[in-house]
Structures are given as structure tokens and as C-alpha cells.
């Protein structure tokens, strides 16, 4: 099992991992019980479940803990919003190295299958209208994700660009103070609204908008290929290939888990 553990969540990652897990105190006056599974061990079930994509209760007995107990603890850990802070973190260290490249961020977002019955999701109109969720992420110009949203699959594009960017962490630059707005941003047309670019202009981000009726929005690909590069990259977490979760903040838990490993892996190749 320690082999496996390490194989899954190797020792830099697991260092960040723990100046973000919050402290469990386990206390019990009676004495007895079992003994309470290790944090990396049921971190690294909870990776194998985001990158096999299998259910909870597929979860193979050589990770040590039940499936009931690595659920709980991931539930506990998306309710901290340990996910999101960890993102943040590795972002962070990414930033310090100068990894992170403000110059031409670009927006985009991808729609799922979802299981019915869950919230934020809605007819997808790119899968005959049946119930979807979309992920919309904005990426710098080497495709690490740095902001993340998650909607019905019905929702407009358009609508989550002001979230998203107001969504952006203070993340840590090499010198300087922390940044949080991008240079330039990229968007294709569905991002094509007059309102999105004066509020742009407002906060000092410069536009590239692809306009309805005048431009194709291949006009934008030599930019925006970085974008539909990380959302292939989120494919990568095949938890992801569609939408299990009944409850949204386990739903973006896995995003955010996706969007980790991606800025993580550059930060191992420093």
C-alpha cells in the first residue's frame, strides 16, 4: 500500500496537501476503536477514483480504508474547500517560479452528461437537450488553469466570464505584488457582448472577442488553443467524462482535483 500511496499522490504533492488539510483531532474518552485511516491513504484512494472514474463502492480493498470512510473524508474535504485551496497553493508556487504567464489569458467552457435529479444542470443543447452540466475555466498562456465555474448545461457562456474573472485568486508573482487580472483575455463568440467588454476595459484587461457575423472565430485559434488544450487535459480525469455527483460541491471538488493535477505536474517538471 505505501508503495501505491506514493505511486498515487507522490511526496511533493502530498507536502502541499498538508499545509491545507485541516487538523483532525480524534478524541474518545471510552478508549477502543478502530485506528483512523491516514490522510495520504485516503488521498490516494480519492485520486484513484478522479482518474479511473470508477464509483465509490468499486474502490479496490488494497487502499486500506472502506469506501464509506474515503467518502466521508471527501465530502468533509470538499465542504473545507480543501480542493480549491490546494489548487490555489500549487498556483501559488507556480507563480514564485515565474511559471505563470499573465501576458494572453483565454476563456472557455465544456459541457457533460449529468445524472438526473442533480442541481446545476440543465438541457444540453449541443446533446438533444438531455441533462448536462458545463465547466467553465480561464487558463494563462501556457493552459494552467487559474479560475474554475461550474453551471447547467444550458447556461450562457457569456454569463460566467464576469465570475470567473472576479473568481481569479491573488496568486503570487516572482517579484512583485500579487496578480489577479490577466493582460489580455481571449474569448470565442459566445463571449460577444458589448457590457463584457466595458467591464473588461474598466478593471485594465485588454479584449480579444470574436464578433458575431464578422469574424470566424478560427481568427482566434492561435491563442485559444491553449484553452481547448487544458480542457482535454480535464478529460485526463475520467471522473469527469460525465457527472456523477448529486451535490455540486462534490461535483466541482473533482474539477478543482483535475485543475490541481494539471498545474501540479508542471510544477514537478520545474
Avoid at 132 to 140: A, E, F, V, Y
Avoid at 189 to 199: E, H, I, N, P, S
Amino acid at each position: 500500500m505505501e508503495g501505491l500511496a506514493e505511486h498515487l499522490v507522490p511526496d511533493e504533492l502530498w507536502e502541499l496537501f498538508r499545509r491545507v488539510v485541516p487538523e483532525t483531532v480524534v478524541l474518545r474518552p471510552q478508549g477502543g476503536g478502530r485506528r483512523r485511516a491516514g490522510d495520504r491513504e485516503t488521498l490516494a484512494a480519492i485520486v484513484f477514483v478522479a482518474t479511473s472514474g470508477c464509483t465509490w463502492r468499486q474502490l479496490p480493498p488494497v487502499f486500506g480504508p472502506c469506501w464509506q470512510t474515503v467518502y466521508r473524508r471527501f465530502a468533509q474535504w470538499s465542504h473545507d474547500r480543501v480542493w480549491a485551496r490546494l489548487h490555489r497553493v500549487i498556483l501559488d508556487e507556480l507563480g514564485r517560479k515565474g511559471e505563470l504567464d499573465w501576458s494572453r489569458c483565454a476563456i472557455d467552457s465544456v459541457s457533460i452528461r449529468a445524472i438526473k435529479g442533480a442541481p446545476e444542470t440543465g438541457p444540453n443543447p449541443t446533446d438533444r437537450g438531455k441533462k448536462g452540466s458545463k465547466i467553465h475555466l480561464i487558463c494563462d498562456r501556457n493552459g494552467l488553469p487559474i479560475s474554475l465555474g461550474i453551471s447547467a448545461a444550458n447556461t450562457h457562456d457569456s454569463l460566467a466570464l464576469q465570475p470567473l474573472v472576479q473568481g481569479i485568486a491573488p496568486i503570487r508573482s516572482r517579484r512583485g505584488p500579487r496578480r489577479r487580472r490577466p493582460d489580455k483575455l481571449h474569448a470565442d463568440k459566445g463571449y460577444d457582448y458589448d457590457y463584457l467588454r466595458r467591464w473588461l476595459r474598466g478593471r485594465g484587461i485588454q479584449h480579444r472577442i470574436a464578433r458575431r457575423g464578422i469574424e470566424p472565430s478560427g481568427r482566434l485559434g492561435r491563442h485559444r488553443w491553449v484553452v481547448e488544450r487544458t480542457v482535454s487535459w480535464l478529460a485526463g480525469c475520467r471522473r469527469l467524462h460525465r457527472r456523477y455527483e448529486r451535490k455540486s460541491e462534490h461535483f466541482l471538488s473533482f474539477v478543482g482535483i483535475a485543475a490541481a493535477f494539471i498545474c501540479f505536474r508542471r510544477l514537478a517538471a520545474v
